[in-house]
């Protein structure tokens, strides 16, 4: 069954937050609430043999993107896929090492942009994921599509890899920074393009997860952080001017303010290190805020959570809030923690 009926913002309450609206209680989802906490996706993914497979295998996406909203009723469904289907899409190697993550090839450390042929159907499977949930999707729930925005993206690009301090990245960025510069102009348009089919697929809202913006001094991360997203708002306002965006760079600490200021998203998320409280005084009055439960208060439970989710609520009571972590749900996160944080949350 399709759900093709107008639905009103009250009926939609994670959409109506995006769009400025304050409910007594926030609405809910948790990042990377499709994943290896939950049995049933461990099941279906040891079924179809590896993570990309599962990425591309469209209804076995599908199928992973429902699951927590059955399980839990959250007010959001996050989009299954990943951050470097873009890269791949550029024309990198993509493959994930059992145990060790992802891998790209060739290494733009070594090489360059013109190593690379774009494939741009690389997408069409994530869009036909978007095109069954949708179909699937209880009216109520918001759909949120994502992608990983510029400077991450590139980290993966440059290393071939994730790694903990992305020097490589960074040295390319200070030492080439022409050849940087081309690279994320090219992840820019890459992205751009993702997230409009996404959204003429499906979405109601995507994500731009800078994962590893915390890891730029100041004038880096004006130049790699707040420039390239800006970028992007402004080219999807331009083509879908009534689709929230929500920012991401986790790690900002204090520039987090200035990315909230400049970059034009319409929302901004906050993670576990930052002070919501402080978060609420430096923000733009009236923005719409998603965060920030640390992952692992949530493992701990208990008296833990509460304390926690009494702070956020209290922190971000006057202007309009996505109850999340500040990061992604981690793999032993019992599912009973789950179950109270959302029943807490609701009293």
């Not at 494939?119 to 036909?128: G, I, K, Q």
């Amino acid at each position: 069954m399709r759900f093709d009926a107008p639905v009103s913002l009250a009926e939609k309450p994670l959409l109506g937050v995006l769009k400025g609206e304050r409910p007594a209680i926030p609405p809910m989802w948790l990042m990377r609430q499709a994943g290896r906490y939950l049995p049933e996706y461990r099941a279906l993914r040891a079924q179809k043999g590896g993570f990309l497979e599962l990425v591309y295998d469209s209804e076995a996406a599908a199928e992973v993107t429902l699951q927590p909203l059955r399980r839990f009723g959250f007010d959001g469904a996050i989009l299954f896929s990943d951050i470097l289907i873009v890269p791949y899409a550029m024309g990198q190697n993509l493959w994930f090492e059992t145990g060790e993550g992802p891998r790209l090839a060739p290494i733009l450390a070594d090489t360059d942009l013109s190593a690379l042929t774009p494939d741009f159907s690389r997408y069409e499977a994530v869009y036909e994921t978007v095109r069954q949930v949708k179909a699937a999707l209880d009216p109520s729930v918001t759909f949120l599509g994502f992608a990983g925005s510029p400077w991450t993206v590139a980290t993966y690009m440059v290393a071939g890899q994730g790694s903990k301090d992305h020097g490589a990245a960074r040295r390319m960025a200070y030492n080439k920074p022409d050849s940087f510069t081309a690279l994320i102009d090219a992840i820019i348009d890459a992205t751009v393009i993702y997230l409009s089919g996404q959204i003429q697929a499906g979405v109601e809202a995507v994500q731009l997860f800078d994962s590893w913006a915390g890891s730029l001094a100041p004038l880096q991360f004006d130049r790699w952080v707040i420039d390239p997203n800006k970028r992007i708002v402004e080219r999807l306002k331009a083509l879908h001017p009534d689709i929230p965006i929500i920012g991401f760079p986790k790690g900002a600490g204090a520039k987090l303010a200035d990315y909230a200021a400049r970059t034009g998203v319409d929302a901004v998320g906050v993670d576990e290190t930052v002070d919501p409280h402080w978060a609420n005084r430096a923000l733009p009055q009236g923005m719409p805020v998603q965060g920030n439960l640390d992952p692992l208060a949530l493992i701990a439970g208990g008296c833990a959570v509460e304390e926690a989710v009494d702070s956020i609520r209290a922190a971000f009571a006057d202007r309009p809030h996505i109850f999340n972590l500040g990061h992604g749900i981690l793999p032993d996160t019992p599912i009973a923690h789950v179950e109270a944080l959302i029943s807490y949350v609701r009293q």
